[in-house]
């Protein structure tokens, strides 16, 4: 695969990552390490590369040398942190996104070679606070 993106974690934001490349045309490969979420995902037709760490090897191994982009999306910043690292170590043109749960570490994250970071959790808060104020976001607001 060539000119792909690398998903690494499928979980709640990975996933949406991933599912909204693909609607726009990108190809994707996810990389995951739990069996439901890769069963989900097959089942729904994605490609999906099953394993446990994700070090050189993996990253070998879904094309990290001709792909487009990686999302380090794991659930974990530490390993965040070492997936950027290894990924932007390997290659250098990569674009690297990155979500992060720890605002405190954006400088660490972008000194490690991340072009995008967000926190979930950040925007999420923000978007509710922009409908409160009536600002509603109907792609990512549910109004009840």
Do not use: W
């Not at 979980?11 to 996810?30: P, S, T, Y």
């Not at 999306?73 to 250098?92: E, F, Q, S």
Request: glycine share 10%.
């Amino acid at each position: 695969m060539k000119n792909h993106h690398i998903v690494c974690g499928a979980g709640r934001v990975g996933k949406n990552v991933g599912i909204k490349l693909i609607e726009n045309g990108e190809k994707v490969v996810f990389v995951e390490k739990e069996s439901d979420v890769i069963n989900a995902l097959r089942r729904k037709g994605y490609l999906v590369y099953e394993t446990g760490p994700v070090d050189e090897e993996v990253l070998e191994s879904v094309g990290i040398k001709t792909a487009k982009a990686l999302t380090a999306a794991l659930g974990d910043d530490g390993k965040n942190l070492l997936l950027v690292l290894t990924a932007r170590h390997i290659n250098p043109n990569l674009k690297i996104a990155v979500r992060i749960k720890d605002k405190s570490l954006i400088s660490k994250f972008k000194h490690a070679g991340a072009d995008l970071i967000i926190i979930p959790e950040t925007v999420g808060g923000i978007k509710l606070a922009e409908a409160l104020l009536g600002k509603v976001d109907h792609a990512h607001v549910i109004q009840v």
